[in-house]
């Protein structure tokens, strides 16, 4: 499979702990986004990459939440001190962004973050 | 800041029917506008991508239409199918790359 994986699919943690995911993107995608997803919502973004630069931010995300793509090709996504309210479902997304296209976003299968 | 939205309610609909879904945004100018493919638990999967210049796109039984008079996009499917059941997002992209998705609409297709 050549598609977006991402690692865990689920995480059982509690309140307090510290948890992190990782995203695989498709190999030849430069662009990799964070989004945040709770039942009966769309995805909401959280920031995304081309190559290892974060380029975009969400206000939403907060100084607990850091994700970085050091060599350009997985990511990872690390909630500190998590709290109930971080409960969601964390998508990954690639894009094979070429100077002047649109983009189109392939998604991995998500996260499913459960904080007691 | 933008908003989004999508039919309130879930769609239920005879197959062989056209399904209608509807997008309306405000506070917004995107530069385009996508639909995606959501199934339970599953990331979601992109359909069609419509610019600000275009006024229609079609893909087998899928069109889309958009209006940034009435900042609106209308999603069909022609011949709707069972399998077609899931959940609908549409998503506006600006010049920034930022993505926003609507709340999603429901659809089932009744056999």
């Known amino acids: 499979d050549t598609g977006v994986s991402q690692d865990p699919r689920h995480k059982i943690t509690k309140r307090g702990q510290n948890v992190t995911f990782r995203c695989d993107p498709i190999?030849?995608?430069?662009?990799l986004y964070w989004y945040r997803q709770t039942l009966g919502q769309g995805p909401e973004f959280l920031t995304y990459?081309?190559?290892?630069?974060?380029?975009?931010k969400s206000r939403l995300l907060s100084d607990r939440f850091s994700a970085e793509r050091p060599k350009g090709s997985f990511s990872t996504l690390e909630i500190q001190r998590t709290e109930q309210g971080d409960s969601a479902m964390y998508l990954c997304?690639?894009?094979?962004?070429?100077?002047?296209?649109?983009?189109?976003?392939?998604f991995g299968p998500g996260t499913r973050l459960t904080v007691l | 800041s933008q908003k989004i939205e999508q039919n309130s309610e879930a769609l239920n609909i005879q197959e062989g029917k056209t399904a209608t879904l509807t997008c309306n945004y405000t506070?917004?100018?995107?530069?385009?506008l996508q639909w995606y493919r959501q199934d339970p638990g599953r990331g979601p999967v992109f359909l069609l991508l419509?610019?600000?210049?275009?006024k229609e796109k079609r893909k087998e039984r899928l069109k889309v239409t958009f209006d940034t008079t009435l900042k609106q996009s209308l999603f069909h499917i022609t011949a709707s199918q069972p399998a077609d059941s899931a959940t609908y997002l549409c998503?506006?992209?600006?010049?920034?790359?930022?993505?926003?998705f609507g709340t999603g609409t429901s659809l089932t297709v009744i056999p």
């Open positions: 506070n917004y100018s995107p530069a385009y």
């Open positions: 419509i610019r600000e210049n275009e």
């Open positions: 990459f081309q190559n290892e630069a974060q380029l975009e």
């Open positions: 190999s030849e995608h430069n662009r």
């Open positions: 998503a506006l992209v600006g010049t920034g790359n930022q993505f926003y």
């Open positions: 997304a690639s894009s094979p962004r070429l100077a002047g296209d649109t983009d189109t976003q392939y």
